[in-house]
């Protein structure tokens, strides 16, 4: 079964500091895809990145990074030189290469402050 | 564009009672999804249907019942509400069921059941 695994429940930083989610993940799939989405306190879920299992180029955007490792089973995400409107709950999620069911991680809540 | 639209947004139930959650999407996407929010534990996926006339259960979909009216609409109902189900309802959509496709969800549905 699919497992995604966010370990950090909560992180508090001060605004500019770096800041690196988490996030492991379990499957027994060839081909499987990743993503990362973001909760602000508004409660709607913002799409940030996906990523296929045979892609473990990292990506970066903006002020976002993402280290995809197979051999760890990680896809962390890394927020530099952190914002107050960066604040919000991050989820990890995984699915399969033929379906669209994601599987979520508990989500991480991220508290950025001045 | 509205992307997928989610009624109501809040509702307050005693238990016993039914209700339906309405969602719409104007994207012509195929696949539809309902998933519940429950703190410390992600997004749980309850029903979806990968295609018009289909329907199938997800990890936790005692106590409901979903219709895909057409392509655009698809319903979750609680015939008999229970205090477990007060939770954040997301409905989603994508062009179909494929793990290649990223999710749009909706603003989500506040439910609280008394």
């Known amino acids: 079964a699919q497992k995604v695994t966010q370990a950090q429940t909560e992180i508090s930083v001060v605004e500019k500091e770096d800041v690196t989610l988490d996030c492991v993940y379990e499957t027994r799939d060839t081909t499987y895809y990743l993503f990362w989405y973001k909760q602000p306190p508004s409660g709607e879920l913002v799409f940030l990145i996906r990523?296929?299992?045979?892609?473990?180029q990292n990506e970066i955007s903006g002020r976002y990074s993402w280290n995809f490792q197979k051999s760890t089973s990680s896809f962390n995400f890394t927020i530099t030189a952190s914002q107050v409107v960066d604040s919000a709950v991050y989820f990890c999620?995984?699915?399969?290469?033929?379906?669209?069911?994601?599987?979520f991680g508990t989500g991480t809540r991220l508290q950025v402050t001045l | 564009n509205a992307g997928v639209t989610q009624t109501p947004k809040f509702q307050v139930l005693k238990t016993g009672q039914s209700m339906t959650l309405q969602c719409a999407q104007d994207m012509n996407h195929n696949s539809m999804y309902w998933y519940r929010q429950d703190p410390g534990m992600g997004l749980r996926l309850i029903y979806y249907s990968a295609s018009e006339g289909t329907t199938d259960k997800g990890e936790v979909p005692n106590g409901y019942n979903v219709s895909r009216l057409n392509k655009r609409e698809f319903s979750l109902r609680l015939e008999s509400a229970a205090p477990s189900q007060t939770s954040v309802y997301f409905c989603?959509?994508?062009?179909?069921?494929?793990?290649?496709?990223?999710?749009?969800f909706g603003a989500g549905s506040r439910l609280t059941v008394l």
């Open positions: 989603a959509s994508t062009w179909w069921d494929s793990g290649a496709n990223v999710l749009t």
């Open positions: 999620a995984e699915t399969t290469g033929t379906a669209s069911k994601l599987t």
């Open positions: 990523r296929n299992s045979f892609d473990e």
